[in-house]
């Protein structure tokens, strides 16, 4: 299972061919985002940018792009979110939103039943 990966973020005119580990490329000139696989594979991750499909965010300091990078033709079948230059695994994204759900269920149910304790 892949963990939450830091890329290094690498404005440049053109992608290269060779790509480094843990460097998310951009290409405003070309409107692609390139890097190797977040789950360390080394297959090569192309994402164009003149499309509706994919939308890149930039804070002055780090990327996120939606929607997800989902590698479903590689032999990793690796799904994640670039968030602040982050490659979040969804099933990881999907637990967090689970937990937080769960913990505003408990909350409620404990405020309910302060609440009307006199039933």
């Not at 002055?60 to 230059?85: A, M, V």
């Amino acid at each position: 299972m892949m963990k939450a990966k830091l890329f290094k973020l690498q404005f440049v005119d053109s992608i290269p061919h060779q790509l480094e580990e843990d460097v998310l490329y951009v290409s405003i000139l070309h409107n692609m985002v390139s890097h190797l696989c977040a789950c360390g594979c080394g297959r090569r991750v192309d994402t164009p940018l003149d499309t509706d499909e994919w939308k890149l965010t930039y804070d002055g300091e780090s990327i996120s792009l939606q929607p997800s990078i989902g590698n479903y033709d590689f032999p990793c079948k690796t799904h994640y979110w670039i968030k602040n230059n982050i490659a979040v695994p969804v099933s990881s994204r999907k637990q967090y939103q689970k937990k937080k759900k769960n913990k505003i269920i408990k909350s409620f149910e404990k405020n309910f039943k302060k609440l009307f304790s006199f039933l």
